[in-house]
């Protein structure tokens, strides 16, 4: 199970921490990824972490940005956001994938829909001034 928490209402240039909690399997057997669906469009990947070494990948658009972390105890995942813009609106879920790969295309495939197998329920992020 996956459960996203810490979606709001921010203006733009402003932060957001996501939390994504897993419960029933842990951070490395899992690979985990952020992903986001702003209305009309398709679901996006922003930021994955891989399961066994951590590491970690960005959708162009959020580089520099955005920051994905994971603390293995609390077996949670982080997407802090900051310097948001008003692209980023949309719902943004969680994912998990069993991929254990961490070399460059395996940090590419975590940022797609197929690689993951189980997905939370979304928060809402608005960015609006």
């Known amino acids: 199970q996956l459960v996203e928490s810490g979606g709001g209402l921010v203006q733009p240039g402003g932060s957001l921490r996501l939390s994504c909690a897993a419960s029933g399997f842990t951070l490395e057997e899992y690979a985990i990824g952020w992903f986001r669906q702003a209305p009309g469009k398709e679901r996006e990947g922003v930021s994955a972490?891989?399961?066994?070494?951590?590491?970690?990948n960005y959708v162009d658009s959020v580089k520099g940005r955005f920051a994905i972390s994971r603390d293995i105890a609390r077996n949670t995942v982080y997407l802090q956001m900051n310097s948001l813009e008003l692209g980023d609106t949309g719902v943004y879920c969680c994912?998990?994938?069993?991929?254990?790969?961490?070399?460059?295309?395996?940090?590419?495939?975590?940022?797609?829909?197929?690689?993951?197998?189980?997905w939370g329920e979304g928060t809402l992020v608005t960015v609006s001034s």
């Open positions: 972490i891989s399961a066994r070494k951590g590491s970690t």
């Open positions: 994912g998990a994938g069993s991929t254990q790969g961490d070399d460059e295309m395996d940090l590419i495939y975590l940022l797609t829909t197929d690689a993951m197998g189980y």
